[in-house]
């Protein structure tokens, strides 16, 4: 698009789905500004991982040598029982990966991949204009008096104009709620403990010392609880995500501190490497109540849009919320840039009929594993266990639909397709 024809974007939200958009937008000639509540820029201490279709994502906005620097690469997703570690099942990730999707399944720590995303969209030498941040920014309501000039207005009373707002602001969105859309909020009853162990200390014992043999993505299955651990910055740290039944008084606070003994404790009778495992962590430990959001295809209203989990929260039972907002934020980035300032209801409305249904069946498919996960032994987790030995994906989505992800017509895919496989 030619610069003269540029218009301005407001996000609200400065996570990884309004990063991620903030930058696409900029590839595309866009005037971006995001405005985050926080009065420093970050995300908790915690990894993620990437599938495919958000590594493409990724990479398509050139940020391949920057996300080599911070990865670490799962060669296997192993799946275990609980009372012994057993082993269910084991998908190879890896290279096979590469080679049937042409993107990788990386893991990092949050905060590295945030960097690089806030690097990117600050970096004077990139393409497109420079991102404007403004930090301490938290958005209270929206003023959409001239629906072409939405202005999102915050705490302080600052007003922030521009041709299009979206609203990333996170699961219990400022801006969704200004939209007045109805309440699609839903408790699962669950909460998650997250830690980051030291590898160190992983590897210094006999007991927990074969999970740092190789780079693994690790699922345990057991009665109403499961575990997720992977290695993050070469091994740096075990990333431990553990979902257990909700103890937290959710009508106060929806995250607290943890210690290592009440892990410890959330897992009795279990193999006795989780207890020793868990035992290790120390320091950031925290647990989070498991909140997610009905399916929803109301996203956009004129020119208020809305991406990430402000519009499609989900369980993170398939590692695929800040995911699915990377796909949101590409699929957003390809219809604003196509459009001059008189075309963007169009490709707002374009944006979610693209997005809503395919990130609604992730949503779904993510809910449906929490009782897949978590089944109590008995013939249902045998056909279970089953299942998951003749692998393509747990639930109603095959892996190989999600990590294809919503389809694309962007030119920059071809740009980061090198031999990943050498
Ligand atoms: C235990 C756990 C593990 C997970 N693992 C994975 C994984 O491996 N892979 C994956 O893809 N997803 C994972 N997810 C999901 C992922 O964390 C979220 O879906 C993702 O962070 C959503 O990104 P977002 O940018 O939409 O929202 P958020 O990350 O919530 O970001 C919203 C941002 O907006 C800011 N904000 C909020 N309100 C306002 C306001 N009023 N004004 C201005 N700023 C505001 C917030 O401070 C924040 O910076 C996991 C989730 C959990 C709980």
């Avoid at 590469?98 to 969209?121: I, M, S, T």
């Avoid at 995911?323 to 840039?337: F, I, N, P, R, T």
């Avoid at 594993?369 to 109590?376: A, I, K, S």
């Amino acid at each position: 698009m030619p610069a003269s024809q540029s218009y301005a974007v407001t996000i609200a939200g400065g996570g990884l789905g309004g990063l991620t958009t903030a930058l696409a937008l900029r590839r595309r000639g866009l005037r971006t500004t995001v405005l985050e509540q926080a009065p420093q820029l970050g995300e908790v201490g915690a990894g993620i991982q990437t599938a495919p279709n958000a590594s493409r994502v990724l990479l398509g906005l050139g940020l391949r040598r920057q996300l080599e620097a911070i990865h670490t690469e799962p060669q296997d997703q192993v799946r275990r029982r609980w009372q012994d570690g057993s082993i269910i099942a084991t998908l190879p990730l890896g290279d096979r990966v590469k080679r049937e999707f042409n993107a990788p399944y990386w893991h990092y720590r949050r905060a590295d991949l945030h960097k690089v995303l806030l690097d990117a969209c600050l970096d004077p030498q990139g393409p497109g204009p420079v991102v404007e941040v403004h930090t301490g920014a938290q958005v209270v309501d929206i003023d959409v008096a001239d629906p072409g000039r939405p202005v999102a207005i915050t705490t302080d009373g600052r007003r922030f104009d521009g041709d299009v707002l979206v609203g990333a602001d996170g699961v219990r969105s400022a801006v969704r709620d200004a939209m007045g859309l109805p309440d699609t909020l839903a408790f699962s009853g669950e909460m998650a403990y997250r830690a980051l162990i030291p590898g160190d200390k992983i590897a210094a014992d006999p007991a927990t010392r074969f999970l740092m043999d190789r780079f693994h993505s690790t699922i345990w299955y057991g009665p109403d609880r499961h575990l997720v651990h992977y290695l993050i910055r070469g091994g740096e740290y075990l990333n431990v995500v553990a979902i257990v039944p909700n103890t937290l008084d959710i009508e106060r606070t929806w995250s607290a501190p943890a210690t290592a003994d009440e892990m410890v404790d959330a897992f009795p009778g279990w193999d006795d490497r989780v207890a020793a495992m868990l035992s290790k962590a120390e320091g950031d430990a925290s647990k989070w109540a498991m909140f997610r959001r009905h399916r929803d295809p109301v996203w956009v209203d004129g020119h208020v849009a809305l991406l990430g989990d402000a519009c499609h929260a989900m369980l993170p039972y398939q590692a695929q919320g800040a995911s699915q907002a990377m796909e949101d934020a590409a699929v957003l980035a390809e219809e604003l840039g196509a459009v001059t300032r008189d075309g963007i209801a169009g490709a707002l409305t374009r944006y979610v009929a693209r997005r809503a249904t395919h990130a609604g069946m992730v949503q779904d498919a993510s809910l449906e594993n929490m009782r897949f996960y978590h089944l109590p032994d008995g013939p249902e987790q045998q056909e279970r266990d089953r299942q998951l030995r003749a692998f393509n994906g747990e639930s109603d989505v095959s892996y190989d639909w999600l990590w294809r992800g919503t389809p694309r017509d962007d030119a920059d895919l071809e740009s980061f397709s090198y031999p990943f496989v050498r």
